[in-house]
């Protein structure tokens, strides 16, 4: 892993509204890397993966339709989603996806 990456994911574990990260690969089937957090620990964490797997590729699909083509360009960079108790931050690029969780509250 490149030690620029290794840093970032240091630092968001240290921050101390970070209940956990999920670091994905993508591909057909959405599979985990590597993870901090008790919350994504074990089959709570394989969940998450299949969830933020299928929302990056449903929000992908939209803009996609709602452009009329797939290869014009317009691709998600970062999403946020906020529930009642947390927000999930996702950042997907060509081979992996980012995922942040956090308490707004802290």
């Known amino acids: 892993m490149p030690p620029e990456l ?6 968001l ?3 101390r509204s970070v209940l956990g990260y999920l670091l994905l ?3 057909d089937q959405v599979s985990i890397i590597r993870h901090s957090g008790v919350v994504f620990e074990g089959e709570q964490g394989r969940k998450y993966a299949s969830v933020i797997g299928r929302i990056v590729e449903s929000v ?3 803009l996609e339709e709602v452009s009329g ?4 360009g317009d691709s998600i960079r970062f999403m946020r ?4 108790r947390h927000e ?4 997907p690029d060509d ?3 980012l995922a942040v969780l956090h308490d707004p509250a802290t």
């Open 60 to 62: 992908q699909s939209g």
């Open 88 to 91: 999930i931050m996702i950042s």
């Open 81 to 84: 989603i906020r529930t009642k």
């Open 69 to 72: 083509e797939e290869n014009d």
């Open 95 to 97: 081979r992996y996806l």
């Open 6 to 11: 290794e840093q970032t994911l240091t630092m």
């Open 13 to 15: 574990s240290a921050h």
């Open 25 to 27: 690969s993508r591909g």
